[in-house]
Every structure is written in structure tokens, then in C-alpha cells.
Nanobody, 123 residues
Framework: QVQLVESGGGLVQAGGSLRLSCAAS????????MGWFRQAPGKEREFVAA????????YYTDSVKGRFTISRDNAKNTVYLQMNNLKPEDTAIYYC????????????????WGQGTQVTVSS
């Protein structure tokens, strides 16, 4: 089992920054992928960013490219999402997820999910 705990959410003004953290415990993957997703009220959960352990490749949805950066600290078993130049449309609950493969990493087909952390961006 893998446990994922997100932190770092909060209220920020448009143009501001936040850094989300995802601490992983239990069985940790080193051959699959980890990702960040978000879900706004009344909308489906959507892909934000991900990386693959094997190659270190990163992937982003178009709306966050150039503003968000996914990174990891292997020693701390922690994944980060640095979010800069935040916009009101970034408001959502952000979820960390992990999977054991690198197939369909931009879909919600992940094995493990955290509980989420709220990000609210005011205009």
C-alpha cells in the first residue's frame, strides 16, 4: 500500500505562488509515475502534471505550462508542485496520485490517491 498526503494549499491572490507537497509512505514506486490532478466545483477531475520515475520526463496540461513545475525529492519521498502566476481558474482541490506503470499517465487511471488540498485563487 502507498499512502499519499498533500499539503501546502491555501488562499492566494491572482499572480501569487504556492508550493504543494505530496509525502509518500508505505510502498513507494520507483518505476511508475506520479501526478497532480485537480477538481474544481462541478467539474471532473483533470490532469495537471506528472513525471515518470525511470526517465524523469515531465508532462503538463497546456493551461499550466510555463507556470507550474513538478519535482521530487527522492530522499524525502516527496513530490512537489510549484505553482506560479496563479489565476482564479486554478482554484480547485489538488490531488496527488501514484501508479506503478507509465501507461496513460495523463488520465485518472492511478492506483493511489491522496485526500487533496484546497487551492483558492482570488481575483
Amino acid at each position: 500500500q502507498v499512502q499519499l498526503v498533500e499539503s501546502g494549499g491555501g488562499l492566494v491572490q491572482a499572480g501569487g505562488s504556492l508550493r504543494l507537497s505530496c509525502a509518500a509512505s508505505g510502498r513507494t514506486f520507483r518505476s511508475g509515475a506520479m501526478g497532480w490532478f485537480r477538481q474544481a466545483p462541478g467539474k471532473e477531475r483533470e490532469f495537471v502534471a506528472a513525471f515518470t520515475w525511470s526517465s524523469g520526463s515531465t508532462y503538463y496540461t497546456d493551461s499550466v505550462k510555463g507556470r507550474f513545475t513538478i519535482s521530487r525529492d527522492n530522499a524525502k519521498n516527496t513530490v512537489y508542485l510549484q505553482m506560479n502566476n496563479l489565476k482564479p481558474e486554478d482554484t480547485a482541490i489538488y490531488y496527488c496520485a501514484a501508479k506503478s506503470t507509465t501507461v496513460r499517465i495523463t488520465s485518472t487511471a492511478y492506483n493511489y490517491w491522496g485526500q487533496g488540498t484546497q487551492v483558492t485563487v482570488s481575483s
